[in-house]
C-alpha cells in the first residue's frame, strides 16, 4: 500500500512553468498590501495607545497603570468596541469566537468596522493580537479587488495569497506561512506538487515578510542566555514543561464555551463587552501591566531579565493573562489568540525556570511556549516554529520535536479554543 501511495505520487505531473508564472506578479501586489495594512493598523493603534496610557494619565496627575486607570479604560474601550459592534455596519464582522486564521470571505462593507473595532482593542489593552481580524480584512480586500482586477485568475486564490500574506507579515518570515499552508493541504488530493501548490502564497508571504522587515524592521529572538549542548536533564526538562503548559492550556480551552455562553446570555454587545473590559480590567489589577495588550512587547521585558521575578509572580502573570485571553475571546473583542499565548507560554516557561535553576531558561521559555500553542491553536507546524523562533537555539529545535509529541497526544482530538454559532465547541 505505502509503495503504491510513493509511486502515485512519484507520478503526479507536475505543474508547468507557464501556469504558475502569472501567479507570481498578483501574489507580491497582495503581499505588499497587506503588510502594509497590517503595519498601518499596528502604528495607527500604537498611538492611541500612547495617548489612553500615557499622555491622558499624565495629563490627568493620574498613575499610568494604577488600578483605577486600568479598570477606567479597558471598560472604556469595550464601550467604544461595543459602539462599533452595534452601530456601524456589518457589526465589525461575525462572532470572533467562531472564527479562527481561515477567515470567511465578508462582504466589503464590513471591513472598515472591523478594522476600527482591531485598533480601538489593540490600544485598549485587551489581550488580544491582531492576527485574526487582520487576516479577514486582508482576505476580503484581496478576493473583492482580486476578482474585479484580475477575472480570469481562480476566484479561490485570493484567499489563499491573503492568508499567506498576513501570517508572513506578522512574523517577517514566509516560513510560517508556508508551514501554515502545507499543514491545511495535507490529506488533500493535490494537483500537482506540494511546491506547485504552495508557490503563490510562498510569493505573497515572502512579499509581505520582506516589507515588513523593511519597514518596521522587527524581530523575536528574546535575547535569552544561549544554550548549549542537551543532556538528559534538558529532555526530562523540556517533555514536562511542554506537557504542563499543553495542560494548563486545555484548562482555558475546555472553560471557553462555557465562558463565550455567560457573555452570549447577556445578549447584546453594549453590555458584554463593557462587562468584559471590566473584568478584563479586575485581572490586570491582579497580574500588574505586563499582562495587558497582545503580549509582543511585554514578553521582551520579561526576558530581559528573567531573574526580576520570583516563581509566585510569573505563575500569577501566567494564570491572569491566560484568563485575560479567555474573557477577551469571549466577550466579543475583535483579535487573535497567538500573540497572547505565546506570552503565557513565555511567563510559564520563566516560572519553571525560577522554581527549578536546573531548566535553561531558553529552554523552559520555547518548551512553554510550544505547550501553551499547540493547546490553543492546535496549530504543530506554527507552535514549533514560533518557540523555535523566540530562543533562537538550533539546539533547542530537536528536544521541541521529541516534546511536541506528548503535548499533543494531551489536546489532540480534544475541543478547539473556538466555537461553533450554537456556542458548541469546535473540534
Given at each position: 500500500m505505502?509503495?503504491?501511495?510513493a509511486?502515485?505520487?512519484?507520478t503526479?505531473?507536475?505543474?508547468?512553468a507557464?501556469a504558475?508564472?502569472?501567479?507570481?506578479l498578483?501574489?507580491?501586489v497582495?503581499?505588499?498590501?497587506?503588510?502594509?495594512l497590517?503595519l498601518?493598523v499596528?502604528?495607527a493603534a500604537?498611538e492611541?495607545?500612547h495617548?489612553?496610557w500615557?499622555?491622558?494619565?499624565?495629563a490627568?496627575?493620574?498613575?499610568?497603570y494604577s488600578v483605577?486607570w486600568?479598570l477606567v479604560v479597558?471598560?472604556a474601550?469595550?464601550?467604544?468596541?461595543g459602539?462599533v459592534?452595534?452601530?456601524?455596519p456589518?457589526h465589525?464582522g461575525?462572532?470572533p469566537?467562531?472564527?479562527?486564521?481561515d477567515?470567511p470571505v465578508?462582504p466589503?462593507?464590513v471591513?472598515?468596522g472591523l478594522?476600527?473595532?482591531?485598533?480601538l482593542m489593540?490600544?485598549g489593552?485587551p489581550s488580544?493580537g491582531?492576527?485574526?481580524?487582520?487576516?479577514?480584512v486582508?482576505?476580503?480586500?484581496?478576493?473583492w479587488?482580486?476578482?474585479?482586477l484580475?477575472?480570469?485568475?481562480p476566484?479561490?486564490l485570493?484567499?489563499v495569497l491573503?492568508?499567506a500574506a498576513t501570517?508572513g507579515?506578522?512574523f517577517?518570515?514566509?516560513?510560517?506561512?508556508?508551514l501554515?499552508i502545507s499543514?491545511?493541504?495535507?490529506?488533500r488530493?493535490?494537483?500537482?506538487?506540494?511546491?506547485?501548490?504552495?508557490?503563490g502564497?510562498l510569493a505573497?508571504?515572502?512579499?509581505?515578510?520582506?516589507?515588513?522587515?523593511l519597514?518596521?524592521?522587527?524581530?523575536?529572538?528574546?535575547?535569552?542566555?544561549a544554550?548549549?549542548?542537551?543532556?538528559w536533564?534538558?529532555l526530562l526538562?523540556?517533555?514536562?514543561?511542554?506537557s504542563?503548559?499543553?495542560?494548563?492550556?486545555?484548562?482555558?480551552?475546555?472553560?471557553?464555551?462555557?465562558?463565550?455562553?455567560a457573555?452570549a446570555?447577556?445578549?447584546?454587545?453594549?453590555?458584554?463587552?463593557?462587562?468584559?473590559?471590566?473584568?478584563?480590567?479586575?485581572l490586570?489589577a491582579?497580574?500588574?501591566?505586563?499582562t495587558?495588550?497582545?503580549?509582543?512587547d511585554e514578553?521582551?521585558?520579561?526576558?530581559?531579565?528573567?531573574a526580576?521575578?520570583?516563581?509566585?509572580e510569573y505563575?500569577t502573570?501566567?494564570?491572569?493573562?491566560?484568563a485575560a485571553?479567555?474573557?477577551a475571546?469571549?466577550?466579543?473583542?475583535?483579535?487573535?489568540?497567538i500573540?497572547?499565548?505565546?506570552f503565557?507560554?513565555?511567563?510559564?516557561g520563566l516560572c519553571?525556570?525560577?522554581?527549578?535553576?536546573?531548566?535553561?531558561?531558553?529552554?523552559?521559555?520555547?518548551?512553554?511556549?510550544?505547550?501553551m500553542l499547540?493547546?490553543v491553536?492546535?496549530?504543530?507546524w506554527?507552535?514549533?516554529?514560533?518557540?523555535a523562533?523566540?530562543?533562537a537555539?538550533s539546539?533547542?529545535?530537536?528536544?521541541?520535536?521529541i516534546?511536541?509529541?506528548?503535548?499533543?497526544?494531551?489536546?489532540?482530538?480534544r475541543?478547539?479554543?473556538?466555537v461553533?454559532?450554537?456556542?458548541t465547541?469546535?473540534?
Amino acid at each position: 500500500m505505502a509503495q503504491d501511495t510513493a509511486q502515485q505520487a512519484s507520478t503526479t505531473p507536475a505543474t508547468p512553468a507557464r501556469a504558475l508564472l502569472p501567479l507570481i506578479l498578483p501574489a507580491f501586489v497582495v503581499g505588499v498590501g497587506a503588510s502594509l495594512l497590517l503595519l498601518g493598523v499596528s502604528a495607527a493603534a500604537e498611538e492611541l495607545q500612547h495617548v489612553l496610557w500615557r499622555n491622558l494619565p499624565d495629563a490627568l496627575g493620574v498613575g499610568r497603570y494604577s488600578v483605577l486607570w486600568m479598570l477606567v479604560v479597558l471598560t472604556a474601550t469595550g464601550v467604544a468596541v461595543g459602539l462599533v459592534v452595534w452601530k456601524v455596519p456589518g457589526h465589525a464582522g461575525p462572532d470572533p469566537a467562531t472564527t479562527g486564521l481561515d477567515a470567511p470571505v465578508l462582504p466589503p462593507a464590513v471591513l472598515p468596522g472591523l478594522l476600527l473595532a482591531t485598533a480601538l482593542m489593540l490600544a485598549g489593552g485587551p489581550s488580544l493580537g491582531p492576527e485574526n481580524p487582520i487576516i479577514a480584512v486582508n482576505v476580503g480586500l484581496a478576493f473583492w479587488l482580486g476578482c474585479r482586477l484580475a477575472p480570469r485568475l481562480p476566484r479561490g486564490l485570493w484567499p489563499v495569497l491573503a492568508e499567506a500574506a498576513t501570517i508572513g507579515a506578522l512574523f517577517g518570515t514566509p516560513v510560517a506561512a508556508a508551514l501554515v499552508i502545507s499543514e491545511a493541504l495535507a490529506g488533500r488530493q493535490l494537483r500537482g506538487a506540494l511546491w506547485d501548490n504552495v508557490f503563490g502564497p510562498l510569493a505573497a508571504a515572502a512579499a509581505a515578510a520582506l516589507t515588513t522587515t523593511l519597514v518596521a524592521h522587527p524581530t523575536f529572538d528574546l535575547g535569552l542566555p544561549a544554550f548549549g549542548q542537551p543532556d538528559w536533564g534538558d529532555l526530562l526538562a523540556v517533555l514536562v514543561v511542554a506537557s504542563a503548559a499543553a495542560l494548563l492550556g486545555m484548562v482555558a480551552v475546555l472553560s471557553f464555551p462555557y465562558v463565550h455562553g455567560a457573555f452570549a446570555r447577556l445578549r447584546h454587545p453594549m453590555v458584554a463587552l463593557p462587562v468584559g473590559g471590566l473584568v478584563l480590567g479586575l485581572l490586570a489589577a491582579v497580574g500588574g501591566h505586563l499582562t495587558l495588550f497582545k503580549g509582543l512587547d511585554e514578553i521582551g521585558e520579561l526576558a530581559a531579565d528573567p531573574a526580576g521575578w520570583s516563581a509566585g509572580e510569573y505563575a500569577t502573570m501566567t494564570v491572569v493573562k491566560l484568563a485575560a485571553l479567555l474573557v477577551a475571546a469571549s466577550c466579543g473583542f475583535r483579535g487573535g489568540r497567538i500573540f497572547p499565548a505565546v506570552f503565557v507560554g513565555v511567563a510559564f516557561g520563566l516560572c519553571a525556570h525560577a522554581l527549578v535553576d536546573a531548566v535553561h531558561p531558553s529552554l523552559g521559555v520555547a518548551a512553554g511556549v510550544l505547550g501553551m500553542l499547540l493547546a490553543v491553536t492546535r496549530q504543530a507546524w506554527v507552535s514549533l516554529f514560533v518557540a523555535a523562533l523566540l530562543v533562537a537555539s538550533s539546539a533547542i529545535l530537536a528536544l521541541l520535536c521529541i516534546a511536541s509529541l506528548p503535548a499533543w497526544l494531551l489536546v489532540t482530538g480534544r475541543p478547539q479554543m473556538q466555537v461553533h454559532e450554537d456556542g458548541t465547541p469546535f473540534r
